[in-house]
């Protein structure tokens, strides 16, 4: 069906409607999904087919958002989903088969629609769930505390600039596309990555070249990221949520900070007492038992087509039959079993400090962790950053997510590795590790990345959460200083972990993740324009001393496990 919207433009959306020997001869309460892919997809990656939901007494309606698929007019991520969002809700309002009581679902993009329609305030949108997406698109989506998530944004960003290459005719600019996106894990290699030949088209749209170069944060000069999504609009939002995350989703971070932002500031007390998070053990897709080469066990295979269909009939038919579900819901690795809390850990409340005699250099060094603060004054650790042969992300150069093994890749001297003690009980963690890090760098412009490992008792080096912080960010205010003693204090992404008698923890500092993240060059150059011609390597100096107790802070759920 054709829904024109206030300035001519028409948007297509296909249909799916209830049996009437079922569920009689409606109107019925209609679910919207909005998204750029083709809506004969539905997102049926990680959802039932929409004719399932039918089938349950719903009204469906899949639309193509403006310049995909069959919808008119230009495509500019984000920018239009607001408004246009809006307008489908009014017109599926006066659908036939509309009762007038609306809900919307949907993941990564598809979630971002809905938050940006509810946003505006819709009559007839009284609930949504929005799954692995970011309400914040600068911090929960493209940066990650100063550092571009490239991998991420330069794949999608080639996957998402094909149909704009197609519906304009362009056929040179389509065939280098394609060329990228057949190997698209190559691509964060291609430096520099800002004039990339697959996005570096004058013909094409712009949006990819701009979220590469908006690399800060809005301020008062500039409200490039702000337009985009909702950040500075947590008021407008009304209707309850329930948000899905994967512990190994690219959007981990800015999903829970949704649901933070939601149930601290949404318009009315009604919707901020109705955000519902659910943590799972998953990657962006598929949700189930599996994640990288780790098998999850049968509680990770959730029917969240079950969880969709409870919160729906709560809100569109209320049947009341989500009232008894928990605030949060998580997944924690080790015990690989749900747990429900009544909100989200506030602060870490088990700090280990770091400790070494100078050679905290890959897993061979000597670098420990103890609960023990440092007493006396400990050699510095020193590892060289090398632009050129970076440390890669947790799953390498591709940056594969999941509990993967990590045995091999601390054998390098340029990481540290600290490892605590074996723990003598059993020890729950759960909420967002962060560091404090007090180091010296001669680096012009400087990352830090810190990841921890679960340790088991068989020697394998699981990956659990990673954080990174660049120097730019970081000491935006206070300023930073090349080959001065500065503390870096940053937070991990969540995660939750119950570990055994006999396994351990550890924490890997080191300066980068590619192709998680972009590189740093050292220098001045902007991480975009750097190449081999402009890349520096830098000393890096962690100390852990009286003075300057370097330490990982951990979400401990109880007490101390040692």
Same mark, same amino acid.
């Given at each position: ?27 019925w ?164 990555y ?103 066990g ?14 729906f ?18 997944f ?30 890959? =897993?061979?060094?000597?670098? #420990?962790?103890?609960? *023990? ?7 510095? &650790? @020193?590892?060289?950053? $090398? ?9 390498g ?56 490992i ?7 080096a ?25 503390c ?17 923890? =550890?924490?890997?500092i080191? #300066?980068?993740?590619? *192709? ?7 220098? &001045? @150059?902007?991480?975009? $324009?750097?190449?081999?011609?402009n ?20 979400p ?7």
């Open positions: 069906m054709r829904c024109v919207l206030s300035d001519g433009v028409t948007l297509v959306s296909d249909h799916y409607y209830p049996s009437s020997a079922h569920h009689g001869s409606g109107p309460p209609t679910l919207l999904m909005r998204q750029p892919y083709g809506r004969d997809i539905a997102s049926t990656v990680v959802y039932a087919h929409p004719v399932w939901f039918a089938r349950h007494g719903y009204h469906v309606a899949i639309q193509d958002v403006r310049g995909r698929g069959d919808s008119e007019g230009d495509f500019y991520a984000f920018r239009h989903e607001g408004q246009d969002g809006a307008e489908t809700i009014a017109w599926l309002r006066q659908h036939q088969a509309c009762n007038g009581r609306i809900g919307m679902y949907g993941f990564s993009y598809q979630g971002c629609t809905q938050l940006l329609a509810a946003a505006e305030e819709p009559e007839g949108l009284l609930c949504i769930a929005p799954h692995m997406a970011a309400a914040d698109l600068y911090y929960g989506w493209f940066y990650h505390q100063g550092a571009l998530r490239l991998s991420s944004a330069l794949g999608w960003g080639i996957q998402m600039l094909r149909e704009d290459a197609r519906r304009r005719n362009l056929r040179a600019a389509s065939d280098r596309l394609e060329a990228a996106w057949g190997n698209v894990r190559a691509q964060s290699s291609v430096v520099p800002g004039k990339h030949p697959a996005i570096d088209d004058p013909e094409l749209p712009d949006y990819v070249r701009d979220w590469i170069s908006h690399r800060e944060a809005d301020s008062q000069e500039q409200t490039f990221w702000s337009e985009l999504d909702i950040s500075g609009r947590y008021d407008k939002i009304q209707v309850p949520a329930l948000h899905i995350s994967g512990w190994y989703d690219a959007y981990l971070d800015g999903t829970i900070a949704g649901y933070f932002a939601l149930r601290n500031h949404a318009g009315t007390a009604f919707a901020r007492d109705h955000q519902y998070l659910v943590a799972g053990p998953w990657v962006h897709i598929p949700w189930g038992d599996r994640v990288g080469d780790r098998y999850l049968p509680a990770a295979n959730v029917d969240t087509d079950g969880l969709l269909l409870r919160w009939n709560h809100w569109l038919k209320d049947s009341r039959e989500f009232a008894d579900e928990p605030r949060v819901s998580y924690a690795f080790g015990a690989d079993r749900w747990y429900a809390a009544k909100e989200w850990p506030a602060e870490a409340a088990l700090t280990l400090y770091l400790h070494s005699e100078g050679n905290a250099n890959s =897993r061979k060094g000597d670098g #420990s962790l103890s609960a *023990s603060a440092p007493v006396e004054e400990e050699p510095r &650790d @020193v590892f060289v950053y $090398d632009p050129e042969v970076p440390v890669f992300a947790p799953g150069p591709q940056a594969m997510s999941g509990p993967l093994d990590q045995i091999a890749m601390e054998m390098g001297n340029n990481l540290l590795v600290y490892t605590a003690e074996p723990i003598a009980k059993t020890m729950h963690l759960f909420g967002q590790p962060r560091v404090t890090l007090y180091a010296a760098t001669s680096a012009a412009s400087a990352d830090f990345t810190a990841k921890l679960r340790v088991t008792t068989s020697g394998r699981e990956f659990l959460c990673i954080g990174i912080a660049r120097s730019s960010w970081l000491f935006r205010t206070s300023g930073y200083q090349p080959d001065a003693i500065q870096w204090q940053f937070t991990l992404e969540p995660t939750a972990i119950v570990l055994e008698p006999g396994e351990s923890l =550890r924490l890997e080191a #300066s980068s993740a590619f *192709s998680l993240y972009d590189r740093n060059p050292s220098t &001045d @150059v902007a991480p975009q $324009d750097a190449d081999n011609w890349w520096q390597r830098s000393t890096q100096q962690i100390l852990h001393t009286a003075q300057h107790p370097s330490a990982l802070h951990l401990v759920s109880g007490g101390a496990a040692w």
